[in-house]
């Protein structure tokens, strides 16, 4: 592995965003026998953010959004235009993630293992922690309990470790699975693509590996927005439920639909509660 092409989306976060970017060059330089590109979609920021990447790192290619790509829809647009040239594998990241130093050698390390032990290149994840209480944030997860879409994320324990689904803060994708299952899908919004991409992976028998040692640090900072729910009028619930960045409904069902079609009518059901009887959804949520 030598070639890498990193992808990243933004909107209005231009000192996240450069942050994250200072960080990341800092870990290329801890390993200078990658060759790195950069690829960040800025999905109509008015904060300069685009700009200010111009100027600090104009090694970075800046593709323009089109305003209303979200998360799914920028990271898609970043992977589509590094198709266009030959890499050994691609990272997503996210641009309110600093990276680790280390973090290209754990992931050699990650890809040495996955070749030898497992015979086959994979996709590897790394965990996230939070800056100020080192809990951690985003990474790989096991399932708990599948028809509920219950999991735990599995804290790095200075081991590789196995897991059956993925954030994409920190994930890198070897070539040769892009050439086995492709890139990110369409249909995605904001959240989840991610989740069906690394589920996608393991129902190909793909290695999902998380790296032994945290791989940078991401802060947690998507309000419980059950916490005000049943305050809110019945017109705002209901564009919350299909709202992007509240509880994009459209996307988390195409993940169900696709890969949990069990429950569709569960989430159906829970999706009328959630707008017409928003107390009784949270104290059953509770329950369990």
Request: charged share 20%; proline share 5%.
């Amino acid at each position: 592995m030598k070639q890498i092409a990193v992808l990243l989306t933004c909107f209005n976060r231009k000192d996240k965003t450069i942050s994250a970017l200072n960080h990341l060059q800092s870990a290329l330089y801890k390993c200078p026998q990658l060759s790195i590109s950069i690829y960040l979609t800025d999905d109509g920021s008015t904060d300069g953010t685009g700009e200010a990447v111009k100027e600090k790192f104009p090694e970075v290619k800046v593709l323009q959004g089109t305003g209303d790509l979200f998360w799914a829809g920028g990271m898609l647009n970043s992977w589509e235009e590094a198709l266009k040239k030959p890499y050994d594998a691609f990272l997503l990241l996210n641009d309110d993630t600093n990276v680790k130093e280390d973090l290209f050698n754990h992931i050699l390390q990650t890809h040495q293992y996955s070749l030898k032990d497992l015979g086959a290149p994979g996709i590897y994840i790394g965990s996230t922690k939070d800056e100020k209480s080192g809990s951690l944030t985003y990474g790989g997860a096991v399932f708990t309990n599948r028809f509920m879409f219950k999991f735990h994320f599995l804290p790095p324990n200075g081991q590789i470790q196995s897991c059956e689904l993925g954030n994409a803060n920190i994930m890198l994708v070897t070539s040769e699975v892009v050439s086995k299952i492709g890139i990110l899908a369409n249909g995605y919004r904001h959240g989840v693509a991610d989740y069906d991409y690394t589920l996608r992976a393991l129902k190909e028998k793909i290695p999902l590996l998380v790296l032994p040692e945290y791989a940078g640090t991401c802060a947690h900072d998507h309000d419980n927005i059950y916490d005000t729910f049943p305050d809110r009028s019945f017109k705002e619930r209901f564009k919350l439920l299909n709202s992007p960045l509240g509880l994009d409904f459209s996307s988390n069902f195409l993940l169900m639909r696709k890969h949990f079609p069990i429950r569709v009518p569960f989430v159906l059901f829970a999706a009328i509660l959630k707008v017409i009887y928003p107390k009784l959804y949270i104290k059953s949520r509770v329950k369990n």
